[in-house]
C-alpha cells in the first residue's frame, strides 16, 4: 500500500464524535437557510403588497398590466395550456387553434395573485375557492372536482403522475396555527388518496412576524423534527413497474430528500421531488432535486422512467419534450439558440430558429412536435406566446418554424 | 427507529436489523460508497457487504451511532475496492483527487506497512485533529473522511469553495509539519 493510501485509511479510524460534530453543523447551517428563506419570503410578500398598493393609489388599477406576475404555460395530453397574467387560460393546438378555458381566474385580487393551474393526461385542474375544478381535455366545460375541507391558503397544484394531481395548501385552523398539507387527489374521480400534514406550526403574517420568538429561534437539533413531518414513500407506477420514492431525512439543504427506487434499489444517485411528476409519452418524468451529489451545480434536471425498463437521466437545464427529446432556450454570443437534448446521451442539437421577432424568449415549452416560446417584452411585460412546429430529419431536431405568432388569437 | 434499538436487534440475531438499517442509511452508505467509487455497481457491492460486515461485528460491537459505525464500514469496503480496481491506473475520482492532494502531506511511495506504524499514524492524526479549530477538523473529515468534492463541503458548510480549498491546503501543510515533527517523514 501505498503512503498516502495509508493515510487515506486511517483517517477512516477517527472518533466518532468528529463525525457527528459534522451531522450538527449542517443541520444548523440548513436551518438557518430555511429561517431566511422564510424571512426573505415574508419580505418579498411584504414589498410586493407595497408595491401593489401604489399602483392602485396612481390609478394602474389590477386590470390594467402593470407589476403583477407573468404569463406562464404548461404542456399535457397534447395540449399547451397558456395563462397570461390577467389569469385567462387558453388551451392551444395547431390544429384547432386556441380555446379560451377560464377568464379572470384570479385567487386573490389584492395581491394579484392567479389561481394554481396543473395538466395531466386526463385534464386541465384549478384551484379556485373552495373547490378545485377539472376541465377534461377536449372539452372546455368546468367540473368541480375537490372540495376543501377548510377554508384553503394559496393552494398550489402539480402534476402527480397520469391522471393525479398533487396540491400543497395551508389549512388555517385556528388563528395562529397552520396545517401545511399535501393532497393527492385522484383526476378522475376526485377522491383524496392521500393527506401528508408536512407542518403544523405557527402562521403570521409578514408584517406581525415574531422575530424573538422562540419558535423560530430554537437551535435544538430536534426542532425540525417536531414541527416537519414527510410522507415516508411516495408510490407511482408506470407499465409494469412500482417506483417507490422514499424520504430519506433531513442530510442535504432541501426538505424533500427523497430517493427514487425500484425494488428497493435507487435508480437514481441523488434526490428527486416527489411530486411535480410528469408524464411524456408513456413515461414517468422526475424532477431533480438539489440534494445528494448535486449539491453545489446549477441543475435542473430529470430522470425519465420508461415501461420498457429503460432509466434515463437529462443532466442539461431544459423543458421536456418527448421521450427522446427535450429542449433548451439558451443566451449565445448573437442572441439566443433553442437546443435539442437527446435524452440517451444529453447530447445537444442546435436548431435553426425562424424567429417570430426579436423580442427576448423567456420560456419554452414542447410535447416534442412543437415548441411554445414565451417572450419578454421589457417595460410591456410579456409579450404573447408563439407556436414553432419542430422539423426532424433522420429522427433528430433540425430546425423550428413558426406557425402561430400569437396563440391567443385565433387568426393563425 | 432509535439506534439503539436497531443495534439490540443485531444483538438478538434478529434480521430485522439488517431491514432497518437499510431503510434509515442506505443512502447515506450510497453517498459515501460512490464518493470513492464513482460507480452504481461497484458502490452497491460495498453497500450490500456493508450490511453483512455490520452482522458479523455485531456483537461483540456495540455502536452508539450506528450511522458512523455503518459509515465506517463501507468506506473502508470501499476504499479496499478502490484499490483492487484501479491499482495501475488513475482515475478522476474523488477518491484519486484525494489521493493526490494527500501526496503533499506523504509520497505515494510504497511502504512496509507495519501494525506499529499504522498505529503510530493513528495516534498522531487524532493529536492532530484535536488540536485543529472545529471547521478545520469538519472541512478536513468531509473531504478526507467522506471523500466529498470541494463544492458540496462549501454548500453544507456554508462557506465559499476557495475558503474551503485554502483550509484544506492549510491543514494538509500543518499535518505534515505534524508528521515530520514525530519522525514519520
Redesign the interface.
Same mark, same amino acid.
Not at chain 1, 428563506?37 to 415574508?42: D, Y
Not at chain 1, 430529470?302 to 443566451?331: A, H, L, M, Q, W
Not at chain 1, 435553426?352 to 421589457?378: C, L, P, Q
Given at each position: 500500500? @501505498?503512503? =498516502?493510501?495509508? *493515510? *487515506? #485509511? %486511517? +483517517?477512516?479510524? %477517527? @472518533? #466518532?464524535e468528529?463525525? /457527528? !460534530? +459534522? #451531522?450538527s453543523? +449542517?443541520k444548523r %447551517?440548513r436551518r438557518?437557510?430555511r429561517w431566511k428563506r422564510a424571512l426573505l419570503a415574508a419580505c418579498v410578500i411584504l414589498i410586493a403588497g407595497i408595491v401593489v398598493q401604489f399602483a392602485v393609489m396612481l390609478g394602474g388599477g389590477l386590470g390594467s398590466r402593470s407589476g403583477g406576475f407573468s404569463a406562464e404555460g404548461l404542456v399535457a395530453g397534447g395540449y399547451y395550456f397558456h395563462q397570461t397574467r390577467d389569469g385567462d387560460v387558453f388551451r392551444y393546438t395547431p390544429e384547432e387553434g386556441s380555446v379560451r378555458l377560464i377568464k379572470g381566474c384570479i385567487l386573490d385580487r389584492w395581491k394579484n395573485t392567479r389561481c394554481s393551474t396543473t395538466a395531466n393526461g386526463y385534464g386541465f385542474y384549478y384551484s379556485k375557492g373552495d373547490w378545485i375544478y377539472r376541465i377534461k381535455h377536449g372539452e372546455t366545460k368546468s367540473e368541480k372536482l375537490y372540495h376543501y375541507e377548510s377554508k384553503a391558503k394559496y393552494p398550489d397544484l402539480y402534476p402527480a403522475g397520469a391522471n393525479d394531481i398533487a396540491v400543497f395548501v395551508d389549512y388555517n385552523r385556528a388563528d395562529v396555527l397552520t396545517h401545511h398539507e399535501v393532497l393527492i387527489i385522484d383526476g378522475i374521480t376526485g377522491e383524496c388518496k392521500t393527506v401528508v400534514m408536512e407542518r403544523n406550526i405557527p402562521y403570521y403574517e409578514p408584517e406581525t412576524m415574531p422575530f424573538d420568538d422562540p419558535r423560530f429561534a430554537d437551535k435544538s437539533d430536534k426542532s425540525d423534527e417536531n414541527f416537519t413531518v414527510y410522507a415516508d414513500t411516495v408510490t407511482y407506477t408506470v407499465g409494469g413497474r412500482t417506483l417507490e420514492l %422514499?424520504y /430519506?431525512?433531513s !442530510? #442535504? !439543504?432541501l426538505d424533500y430528500?427523497y430517493?427514487l427506487t425500484e425494488n428497493? @434499489?435507487?435508480l437514481y =444517485?441523488g434526490y428527486v421531488e416527489p411530486y411535480d411528476v410528469r408524464t411524456v409519452g408513456d413515461s414517468l418524468v422526475f424532477t431533480i432535486g438539489r440534494g445528494? =451529489?448535486n *449539491?453545489? @451545480?446549477d441543475l435542473n434536471g430529470y430522470v425519465i422512467v420508461s415501461p420498457d425498463g429503460t432509466n434515463r437521466v437529462v443532466n442539461v437545464p431544459s423543458v421536456p419534450g418527448n421521450e427522446k427529446f427535450f429542449f433548451t432556450v439558451k443566451d449565445v454570443e448573437d442572441g439566443q439558440s433553442i437546443f435539442a437534448v437527446r435524452t440517451s446521451d444529453n447530447e445537444k442539437f442546435k436548431l435553426k430558429w425562424d424567429r417570430a421577432e426579436e423580442r427576448h424568449v423567456r420560456d419554452i415549452y414542447s410535447n416534442g412536435s412543437y415548441i411554445w416560446t414565451m417572450g419578454f417584452d421589457g417595460k410591456k411585460g410579456d409579450g404573447p406566446a408563439s407556436c414553432y412546429r419542430i422539423e426532424y430529419e433522420n429522427g433528430i431536431p433540425t430546425a423550428l418554424t413558426l406557425i402561430d405568432d400569437d396563440i391567443t388569437d385565433n387568426n393563425k | 427507529m432509535e439506534d439503539e434499538r436497531i443495534v439490540a436487534l443485531y444483538w438478538a440475531r434478529d434480521e430485522r436489523a439488517i431491514t432497518l438499517s437499510k431503510e434509515k442509511y442506505e443512502h447515506y452508505l450510497y453517498t459515501i460508497a460512490l464518493n470513492i467509487l464513482a460507480s452504481m455497481q461497484d458502490a452497491e457491492e460495498s453497500v450490500s457487504d456493508t450490511y453483512i460486515g455490520a452482522w458479523n461485528s455485531i456483537p461483540p460491537q456495540k455502536p452508539v451511532v450506528l450511522r458512523t459505525y455503518l459509515g465506517r464500514i463501507t468506506r473502508n469496503l470501499s476504499l479496499k475496492r478502490y484499490r483492487y480496481l484501479h491499482a495501475e491506473k488513475r482515475y478522476g475520482s474523488e477518491t484519486a483527487l484525494a489521493l493526490d492532494e494527500l501526496s503533499e502531506v506523504v509520497a505515494d511511495t510504497q511502504t512496509a506497512e507495519s501494525e506499529a506504524e499504522r498505529r503510530e499514524l493513528v495516534r498522531i492524526l487524532q493529536v492532530f485533529l484535536t488540536s485543529l479549530s472545529s471547521d478545520q477538523r469538519m472541512i478536513f473529515l468531509m473531504r478526507y473522511w467522506h471523500l466529498h468534492p470541494v463544492a458540496v463541503i462549501a454548500k453544507k458548510l456554508g462557506y465559499s469553495q476557495s475558503k474551503v480549498k485554502m483550509t484544506l491546503k492549510r491543514t494538509r501543510d500543518s499535518l505534515r509539519d505534524s508528521l515530520k515533527e514525530e519522525g514519520l517523514l
Amino acid at each position: 500500500m @501505498k503512503r =498516502n493510501e495509508l *493515510l *487515506l #485509511d %486511517v +483517517i477512516g479510524e %477517527v @472518533k #466518532d464524535e468528529y463525525l /457527528q !460534530e +459534522i #451531522d450538527s453543523r +449542517i443541520k444548523r %447551517v440548513r436551518r438557518g437557510r430555511r429561517w431566511k428563506r422564510a424571512l426573505l419570503a415574508a419580505c418579498v410578500i411584504l414589498i410586493a403588497g407595497i408595491v401593489v398598493q401604489f399602483a392602485v393609489m396612481l390609478g394602474g388599477g389590477l386590470g390594467s398590466r402593470s407589476g403583477g406576475f407573468s404569463a406562464e404555460g404548461l404542456v399535457a395530453g397534447g395540449y399547451y395550456f397558456h395563462q397570461t397574467r390577467d389569469g385567462d387560460v387558453f388551451r392551444y393546438t395547431p390544429e384547432e387553434g386556441s380555446v379560451r378555458l377560464i377568464k379572470g381566474c384570479i385567487l386573490d385580487r389584492w395581491k394579484n395573485t392567479r389561481c394554481s393551474t396543473t395538466a395531466n393526461g386526463y385534464g386541465f385542474y384549478y384551484s379556485k375557492g373552495d373547490w378545485i375544478y377539472r376541465i377534461k381535455h377536449g372539452e372546455t366545460k368546468s367540473e368541480k372536482l375537490y372540495h376543501y375541507e377548510s377554508k384553503a391558503k394559496y393552494p398550489d397544484l402539480y402534476p402527480a403522475g397520469a391522471n393525479d394531481i398533487a396540491v400543497f395548501v395551508d389549512y388555517n385552523r385556528a388563528d395562529v396555527l397552520t396545517h401545511h398539507e399535501v393532497l393527492i387527489i385522484d383526476g378522475i374521480t376526485g377522491e383524496c388518496k392521500t393527506v401528508v400534514m408536512e407542518r403544523n406550526i405557527p402562521y403570521y403574517e409578514p408584517e406581525t412576524m415574531p422575530f424573538d420568538d422562540p419558535r423560530f429561534a430554537d437551535k435544538s437539533d430536534k426542532s425540525d423534527e417536531n414541527f416537519t413531518v414527510y410522507a415516508d414513500t411516495v408510490t407511482y407506477t408506470v407499465g409494469g413497474r412500482t417506483l417507490e420514492l %422514499v424520504y /430519506q431525512g433531513s !442530510e #442535504d !439543504e432541501l426538505d424533500y430528500t427523497y430517493c427514487l427506487t425500484e425494488n428497493g @434499489k435507487p435508480l437514481y =444517485n441523488g434526490y428527486v421531488e416527489p411530486y411535480d411528476v410528469r408524464t411524456v409519452g408513456d413515461s414517468l418524468v422526475f424532477t431533480i432535486g438539489r440534494g445528494g =451529489n448535486n *449539491l453545489g @451545480k446549477d441543475l435542473n434536471g430529470y430522470v425519465i422512467v420508461s415501461p420498457d425498463g429503460t432509466n434515463r437521466v437529462v443532466n442539461v437545464p431544459s423543458v421536456p419534450g418527448n421521450e427522446k427529446f427535450f429542449f433548451t432556450v439558451k443566451d449565445v454570443e448573437d442572441g439566443q439558440s433553442i437546443f435539442a437534448v437527446r435524452t440517451s446521451d444529453n447530447e445537444k442539437f442546435k436548431l435553426k430558429w425562424d424567429r417570430a421577432e426579436e423580442r427576448h424568449v423567456r420560456d419554452i415549452y414542447s410535447n416534442g412536435s412543437y415548441i411554445w416560446t414565451m417572450g419578454f417584452d421589457g417595460k410591456k411585460g410579456d409579450g404573447p406566446a408563439s407556436c414553432y412546429r419542430i422539423e426532424y430529419e433522420n429522427g433528430i431536431p433540425t430546425a423550428l418554424t413558426l406557425i402561430d405568432d400569437d396563440i391567443t388569437d385565433n387568426n393563425k | 427507529m432509535e439506534d439503539e434499538r436497531i443495534v439490540a436487534l443485531y444483538w438478538a440475531r434478529d434480521e430485522r436489523a439488517i431491514t432497518l438499517s437499510k431503510e434509515k442509511y442506505e443512502h447515506y452508505l450510497y453517498t459515501i460508497a460512490l464518493n470513492i467509487l464513482a460507480s452504481m455497481q461497484d458502490a452497491e457491492e460495498s453497500v450490500s457487504d456493508t450490511y453483512i460486515g455490520a452482522w458479523n461485528s455485531i456483537p461483540p460491537q456495540k455502536p452508539v451511532v450506528l450511522r458512523t459505525y455503518l459509515g465506517r464500514i463501507t468506506r473502508n469496503l470501499s476504499l479496499k475496492r478502490y484499490r483492487y480496481l484501479h491499482a495501475e491506473k488513475r482515475y478522476g475520482s474523488e477518491t484519486a483527487l484525494a489521493l493526490d492532494e494527500l501526496s503533499e502531506v506523504v509520497a505515494d511511495t510504497q511502504t512496509a506497512e507495519s501494525e506499529a506504524e499504522r498505529r503510530e499514524l493513528v495516534r498522531i492524526l487524532q493529536v492532530f485533529l484535536t488540536s485543529l479549530s472545529s471547521d478545520q477538523r469538519m472541512i478536513f473529515l468531509m473531504r478526507y473522511w467522506h471523500l466529498h468534492p470541494v463544492a458540496v463541503i462549501a454548500k453544507k458548510l456554508g462557506y465559499s469553495q476557495s475558503k474551503v480549498k485554502m483550509t484544506l491546503k492549510r491543514t494538509r501543510d500543518s499535518l505534515r509539519d505534524s508528521l515530520k515533527e514525530e519522525g514519520l517523514l
